[in-house]
């Protein structure tokens, strides 16, 4: 291990608790922000977030804090671990606080309807460069409840400054969190963004009791679409091989933990999109996600049937059933065409 350090935790949710524990863990003080002061009272005092992370003990180098200027303050490494739809709020508040250059962390996954930015780019565009000494993201097949059991979790970090990747590999690194390094940070992101998508597919799948076959198909297929689009926005498709593509949909598609999993599910099972986000009390990323990789497919002219049908599902108010059987109507095609087609692109750039 590395130096301990001071590190500030945005957002107390299972992801950001769980993460927080894994610093804990590796001998670093940890300062824990959230927005909820009875929330904070009970980290504190009792030592447990129980809406989030049932029945998990948090060490005492766990503190939460209601002032992000508090949390902010002596830290050079900020992990953000709040919804897609609140990073940007969340990037303004850090730079309008923040008077020295932070190393950010961004552990979320999705991207931007309508703009379509990656979170990254949202980073960017709200922290100004003269205050963002680096920005890093963590992804991969991680759900939180598994992390703060210490269960192996194996994820992966990248960075467009791969020594600021290592440092946060040391950061995170022990002996139940494996931590990789990985360069293309446009294919993690991408990964773990649209994985949420199949999710929400497979979890549909299962409502309408389909069987494995189905969603073997779907996350086969679907990994296909992942790659296809990725790779028209820059990705390397060797990345979707890897921990934040096939690894990441693995577990989001077939774990009881998984948020879009269950959505899919209950939507599956006849209930309304409306009365499935209420009903689930945290934040579903493949609503939105859906939606903006909807636009990304028509602006890349690309090819992604599973999320065309999902949109449908979503938006369109068309049946779960009626969009399966559009989808297994789809005219013929050989199976190898995707792969061809990805590594023709690629030939080409070079």
Not at 73 to 78: D, H, I, L, Q
Request: charged share 25%.
């Amino acid at each position: 291990m590395n130096h301990k350090e001071t590190v500030a935790v945005i957002g107390a949710g299972s992801w950001g608790t769980a993460l927080a524990l894994v610093l804990a863990d590796n001998g670093h003080q940890v300062k824990l922000w959230l927005r909820n002061k009875e929330q904070q009272k009970e980290i504190n005092e009792q030592r447990t977030n129980p809406k989030y992370l049932p029945g998990v003990e948090l060490p005492e180098s766990i503190q939460a804090f209601v002032s992000l200027e508090e949390a902010l303050k002596g830290v050079e490494t900020v992990i953000i671990a709040v919804p897609t739809k609140a990073v940007r709020e969340m990037a303004k508040e850090i730079s309008a606080i923040t008077a020295k250059p932070l190393t950010v962390v961004h552990v979320s996954k999705g991207i931007e309807p309508d703009t379509h930015k990656r979170i990254s780019e949202m980073i960017e565009e709200e922290i100004p460069a003269h205050l963002l000494k680096d920005l890093v993201v963590l992804s991969g097949p991680s759900h939180a409840e598994d992390v703060s059991a210490r269960h192996p979790t194996t994820v992966t970090v990248s960075s467009k400054n791969m020594k600021a990747a290592e440092k946060i590999q040391d950061l995170f690194m022990n002996q139940h969190f494996r931590v990789y390094t990985n360069p293309d940070l446009i294919g993690v992101e991408i990964g773990g963004a649209l994985k949420n998508i199949i999710a929400l597919a497979a979890g549909i799948s299962d409502g309408l009791g389909y069987g494995d076959n189905a969603k073997a198909a779907l996350i086969t297929r679907g990994l296909a679409e992942i790659s296809r689009l990725g790779t028209k926005m820059g990705a390397n498709p060797l990345t979707f091989s890897g921990l934040a593509g096939i690894g990441d949909l693995i577990v989001t598609c077939t774990s009881v933990h998984s948020r879009n999993w269950k959505a899919g599910n209950l939507l599956g099972k006849g209930h309304k999109l409306d009365e499935v986000l209420e009903n689930m009390g945290m934040v579903v990323e493949g609503v939105r996600t859906t939606k903006a990789a909807y636009q990304l497919a028509k602006k890349y002219e690309t090819n992604m049937p599973i999320t065309e049908a999902l949109y449908d599902v979503l938006f369109n108010a068309v049946s779960p059933k009626d969009a399966v059987d559009q989808l297994m109507g789809r005219l013929k095609k050989h199976e190898m065409e995707d792969l061809v087609g990805i590594l023709s692109e690629q030939m080409e750039q070079r």
